[in-house]
């Protein structure tokens, strides 16, 4: 078993969400790359994140005091209205298709 994996992050991209160009990576891919972590160092390896910046406290972690997963609610594209629920086709503000 390693000492420990370093899973490299990019942080500090935007100021929302939104902002956030790179949306490349899913839970899906995030899942595959997890296992394949376990398969080559272990399950109990601890992780270490690594933002990559060349000054600074570069490293962090996950804290196991906080949710790690977090969702933001899906808006409606032409009014902005925050939906009622997920996959809502039509905005109950405005009217419109939300998408
Ligand atoms: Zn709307």
Request: aromatic share 10%.
């Amino acid at each position: 078993m390693a000492k420990y994996t370093t899973l490299n992050i990019r942080s500090n991209e935007g100021y929302s969400a939104e902002q956030v160009i790179d949306k490349t990576i899913t839970l899906g891919a995030l899942l595959e790359a997890v296992q394949e972590a376990i398969e080559e160092h272990g399950e109990d390896t601890p992780v270490i994140l690594n933002e990559g910046q060349r000054y600074g406290a570069n490293y962090g972690f996950l804290s196991q005091y906080e949710q790690l997963f977090t969702t933001e609610p899906e808006c409606c594209t032409t009014c902005e209205y925050e939906l009622d629920y997920e996959g809502q086709e039509i905005c109950p503000q405005c009217g419109n298709p939300t998408d």
